[in-house]
């Protein structure tokens, strides 16, 4: 085997130049590999980071995923009369007895789960009116089911707990009413109810809309604004695993009718467009280590036609067709090999280079630096691409040179 080894080295050392090139070809395919696919995995990590980590696991609304049929057409199925301009019973919309599916998400899929009033509201202050958000919760529960304890830059979260009267609002909510910790606020509900509430607390999570749209609220509070008393139109969950969340829903919404969203059925269409961009972008960066492929084809092929009388004499005194179609497959693993030893370092350098770019979302307000996955996954992919790539350029000529002839060779030579 040292001696293949010697051979298909020593082959390779014979075209210096076109080995070279083909090593480049490797080297920049590699490191290009690493820098896009790194670049691509940690904005899809970053993203569903961001997704899964600062909204609910699952969320379930007042709402039923088919409408419920009027009474109306039940008692008379089938009727060969139209019934026009039947008026719904006005009712109070809320989750009906959401203790019990707080009751049965904690004990069935120990999940952390908290009701939620959500409404929109006016925001009154100095003469300049702002339509938010209020997301009325129960204030010991906010840090288990959310985030923005995490993003709060002034008050706290507890502070919630010990004034039942406070609000707590975004930065560029802040920023646009000229608001300060302390301020009073008059919210107007759209049922006509003012209450003033005094800001104890202010949150920049980085997305503009949700800074100036959300704000935060006791629970009990918003239902006496909206005259929607223990009602809740809204549950929000968290799970041990975000990836049960889409069978867990499953199973709420089977047994309590209301319809019950994970973050995947929420996400699917950007999940779609994730799966898409991927697929392209891995499609372009490949070429680049199949065109080196291509190189590597040509250097072994152009030694096998050069070297057929060396193969014939190799043949003659006692190679076999297998050892000589070796001898050409390992020039493929030399080149690979090399080209991988010189091109993950290069790929690493490029991603470092790449993790100091700085980009300013759309709709941000905050500098982020470029997103890069240092997983082994990636480097597993580029190495094994590039290897099973070098090996395939190899194949064809080297099993053309296991097929060379000695005697005809030999005879033709003497000839």
């Known amino acids: 085997m040292n001696l293949l080894w010697s051979i298909a080295i020593r082959h ?3 075209r210096k130049r ?8 490797i080297i920049l395919g590699v490191g290009f590999f690493l820098a896009i696919s790194s670049m691509m995995q940690g904005s899809e990590n970053d993203f569903l980071k961001r997704l899964v980590d600062n909204s609910p696991h699952i969320t379930i609304s007042d709402e039923f995923r088919t409408p419920r049929q009027q009474p109306v057409f039940d008692a008379f199925p089938g009727a060969a009369v139209a019934l026009n301009g039947v008026k719904p019973v006005t009712e109070t919309r809320g989750i009906r007895h959401f203790n019990q599916i707080l009751d049965y998400i904690k004990t069935q899929h120990n999940g952390r789960a908290s009701p939620v009033l959500l409404g929109q509201a006016v925001i009154s202050f100095a003469g300049s009116d702002e339509s938010v958000t209020l997301n009325g919760m129960i204030p010991n529960e906010i840090r288990d089911v959310t985030t923005i304890s995490q993003y709060m830059i002034k008050g706290s979260i507890d502070s919630l707990i010990a004034n039942p009267d406070g609000i707590i609002i975004g930065a560029e909510l802040a920023k646009r009413l000229s608001l300060n910790m302390g301020d009073i606020l008059s919210v107007v509900a759209p049922t006509g109810k003012t209450r003033p ?8 999570t980085g997305r503009s809309s949700y800074d100036t749209n959300q704000t935060f609220v006791d629970l009990k509070r918003v239902q006496a604004l909206f005259n929607r008393s223990n009602r809740a139109n809204s549950i929000i969950v968290k799970l041990p695993y975000s990836s049960q969340s889409r069978e867990v829903a499953a199973d709420i919404e089977q047994k309590f009718q209301y319809k019950s969203v994970s973050w995947q059925e929420a996400s699917q269409d950007l999940m779609n467009t994730f799966a898409i961009r991927n697929a392209i972008l891995y499609t372009v960066v490949s070429a680049v280590l199949i065109v080196a492929a291509f190189g590597i084809y040509n250097v072994i092929s152009t ?3 050069e070297k057929q009388r060396d193969i ?3 043949k003659s005194m006692g190679f076999r067709a297998g050892e000589i179609k070796r001898i050409f497959l390992l020039q493929g693993v030399v080149l690979g090999l090399v080209g991988l030893g010189i091109g993950l370092p290069f790929g690493c350098l490029l991603m470092l280079g790449m993790m100091q770019i700085q980009l300013k979302p759309p709709g941000g307000t905050e500098i982020v630096n470029l997103p890069i996955d240092w997983g082994w996954q990636q480097f597993a992919v580029a190495a094994a691409f590039a290897l099973t790539a070098s090996i ?5 000529p080297a099993r053309k040179g296991a097929k060379v002839q000695p005697v005809a060779i030999l005879r033709g030579g003497m000839g």
Request: glycine share 6%; proline share 0%; aromatic share 10%.
């Open 197 to 204: 509430f005094k800001i104890i607390g202010v949150f920049r």
């Open 18 to 25: 076109q080995s070279l090139v083909s090593l480049a070809g």
């Open 392 to 396: 395939l350029a190899a194949y064809l």
């Open 303 to 305: 030694v096998v036609m």
């Open 312 to 314: 014939a004499i190799l």
């Open 12 to 14: 390779i050392l014979a």
